[in-house]
């Protein structure tokens, strides 16, 4: 979450220093042109009136024909701000973090419903960790009765089933996509291969079309200029380096040791979780 903001940070300073370079330049250059033009006119009169004799100014016009040294400095600056920053083709790195912004969005919507799905059906682990428990005829006899006498409440509903199944399958999607395009976005190599395929293209980084391929493995742009394809391999099978696939097992590992499973009704156990009761301190 803390990531998130961060990028959500960057992302609108980025966006917001990239528009104001172009205005700043745009800004600047026309204060001193409408200080020119002051100053043309003013000339233009002067070489009518001045040669007929029918007309005086207040002998102070031209002052406001003036260009002051604020205003030389700020457009200065605003010539070397564009230089060095503007990017007229865009900024592919801010548009693949601002998909992946769009994507943990996403996933934290899934994660909800995920939550919901799983509290909903949370009984099944008071009735799993009971079952288990109970290793004598007497407390088995006890784990009956209390099903028997709760039955309705711990049934499980497949509307419920549905829910968690369909977050599940929603969570693996928004992660992937937002991890390929920070993966992308965060390595030199294919931010500069991408940022040629655009200029090649004439277009934007902005006017892109950008997407995850699962089955090919890749993260490719499409262009509004011409029907080619750029793509960066995510599996090694190109000069990027970037290769992310891991193993089922491994992906298990890094869940088993989030905050977000040690917290959850299996990590924490049910009456734990529900009732604060029986914790054993992570």
């Known amino acids: 979450m803390q990531l998130k903001k961060t990028l959500l940070s960057l992302l609108l300073l980025s966006s917001a220093l990239q528009a104001s370079e172009k205005d700043e330049l745009l800004n600047t250059s026309s204060d001193i042109v409408n200080q020119i ?20 100014s207040t002998g102070s016009l031209s002052t406001s024909a003036h260009i002051s040294e604020a205003q030389v400095e700020a457009y200065n600056q605003a010539l070397d701000n564009f230089v060095n920053n503007y990017k007229p083709y865009g900024d592919i790195k801010a548009v693949l973090e601002n998909k992946a912004m769009d994507e943990l969005d996403l996933m934290d919507e899934a994660i909800g419903r995920f939550t919901e799905a799983v509290v909903d059906m949370s009984t099944v682990l008071q009735v799993n960790e009971k079952i288990e428990e109970a290793v004598t005829p007497q407390q088995e006899d006890e784990v009956q009765q209390f099903v028997s006498s709760n039955q ?3 049934e499980v509903s497949q509307e419920s089933v549905d ?4 977050s599940v399958d929603d969570i693996e999607t928004h992660a992937n996509n937002a991890s390929a395009y920070l993966a992308v976005a965060g390595s030199e190599e294919a931010v500069a291969f991408l940022e040629q395929g655009i200029e090649n293209a004439n277009t934007t980084a902005e006017q892109t079309t950008i997407f995850y391929d699962a089955n090919a493995q890749w993260v490719s742009m499409g262009y509004n200029t011409t029907r080619n394809l750029t793509a960066v391999f995510l599996n090694g099978n190109d000069n990027m380096g970037l290769d992310l696939y891991v193993t089922e097992a491994d992906i298990l590992a890094l869940g088993s040791e989030s905050e977000f499973f040690q917290t959850s009704p299996v990590g924490q156990g ?3 979780f529900m009732y604060n009761e029986g914790c054993n301190e992570l």
């Open 37 to 56: 033009t002051t100053g043309i006119k003013l000339v233009g009169a002067a070489t009518e009136y001045a040669h007929q004799g029918d007309a005086l």
């Open 270 to 272: 049910y009456n734990c």
């Open 163 to 166: 829910n968690y199944n369909q």
């Open 152 to 154: 309705e409440v711990l």
